[in-house]
C-alpha cells in the first residue's frame, strides 16, 4: 500500500495520495515537500517509487526489503551515473512487549530521507507512523515543513512507545519477584531465565540505536539542519534513559534469580533437615529393635516375663529423651 503526501515549505497540506508518476514532477519543485510511505507493499509498488521515482542506490532498497536485524545509517552521495539526489537511509526498530509470550516484538521501519523528500518503509503497520501523519494533517505546529522535522517526529514517538512495553516489562517482573519470594518452582525459572533474555535482547536494540541517534545528535548529517541538533539530542537523551531502565531491569532480574536460588536452597535445606531429624529420632527404636531382635538364648530378657515391656519403655524413654534434647537445642 503507498500513502502519500504534499506539504508546502509551511507545512500545510498541498496534495494527499497522488499517482506515482506524478511524484517526479512534485519532487522538482523544491518549495514542496513529499512524504511517501510503504506499508506492507508489493514488489511492483516498491520498484515503482524506489526505483523508478526516486532511483535510490541498489544497496540501500536491498537493506529496506530484507529483513535488517541492526539498527543502522548511512549516507549516500550521488556519483557521476547516479540518478539519485543526496539521501540519508536509517534503520530503526519499534518494540512492543507483550505479557502472553512474554516476548519483545520488534518492528522494523526505514527511512529514506533527502533534502525534500522523505520515503518510509514497513512490513507491518506502525502506531508512530500513523500518529506522524496525523499530527502532520491536523497539528497546528506545522511539522510537515521539512523531511528531517516529520524524521524527528517519528522517531521521538517510536521512542515513548518504549515506555509502555518497559511497564508492561516492570509488571512482569514484579509478578515474577512475587513467585519467587512466595512459591518458588521450576516454572519461575524458567520465566526468570525467559525475561531476562528478553531484557538483554531489548539492551541490544537499544545500544544500536543510540549509536545511531548519537550521530544525529552530533550533527554529522548536512541533510539535518543545525537548529534540530537539540530535537535529536532529546530524542537521544530519551532513548538512553530507557537504556539505563533496562539496566535496572537487568540488575532487577538477577537479584530476583539469586533470590529464588537462595530460597530453592532453604527449601532443600528444611527438608533434609526433616529427614535427618526422623532419622536420629527414630534411631532408639532402630537400635532396641535390633539388639532385641537377635534372639540369642544366653539373653534373659528375651524368656524374662517383663522383657517385652522392658523394650518398648526403654524405646519410649529414648525416644523421649531424643526429642526433649533437641527442643533444648533448638533444632525442633
Known sequence: MIR???????????????????????????????????????????????????????????????ATPSPKVEEYSPKDEDQFAPYLFMVIHAVDYSRTDG???????????????????????????QLTADRCLRSNVHIARAPDRVAHTLLDSIVDNYKPALEELSLEIAEIEHMALEQPTRETLKKIMGVK????????????????????????????????????????????????LAQNYTDSLTGILQVYLNMSSNQTGEVVKLLTMITVITTPVMIVGTWYGMNFDSMPEVHWVWGYGLAFGLTIVATA????????????
Not at 529423651?321 to 525442633?332: A, C, G, P
Open 4 to 66: 502519500s503526501s504534499v506539504f508546502t515549505t509551511q507545512g500545510r497540506l498541498h496534495t494527499k495520495d497522488i499517482q506515482v508518476f506524478l511524484m517526479p514532477t512534485l519532487l522538482a519543485d523544491t518549495n514542496l515537500f513529499l512524504w511517501v510511505d510503504l506499508e506492507d507493499p508489493s514488489p511492483e509498488e516498491t520498484k515503482a517509487v524506489l526505483e523508478d521515482v526516486f532511483h535510490f542506490h541498489p544497496l540501500s532498497i536491498e537493506d529496506c526489503v530484507m
Open 321 to 332: 529423651l531424643t526429642v526433649w534434647y533437641f527442643r533444648r537445642k533448638k533444632w525442633l
Open 103 to 129: 516476548v519483545f516484538a520488534t518492528s522494523e521501519l526505514n527511512f529514506f530521507l533527502g533534502r525534500n523528500f522523505l520515503v518510509t518503509y514497513h512490513e507491518k503497520p506502525l502506531k508512530s507512523v
Open 197 to 244: 533474555k528478553e531484557v538483554l535482547h531489548l539492551r541490544q536494540i537499544i545500544g544500536l540505536q543510540r549509536e545511531v541517534l548519537a550521530r544525529f545528535a552530533r550533527g554529522e548529517f548536512k541533510l539535518i539542519r543545525a537548529h534540530l541538533m537539540p530535537y535529536y539530542r532529546d530524542v537521544y537523551d530519551g532513548l538512553f534513559h530507557i537504556g539505563e
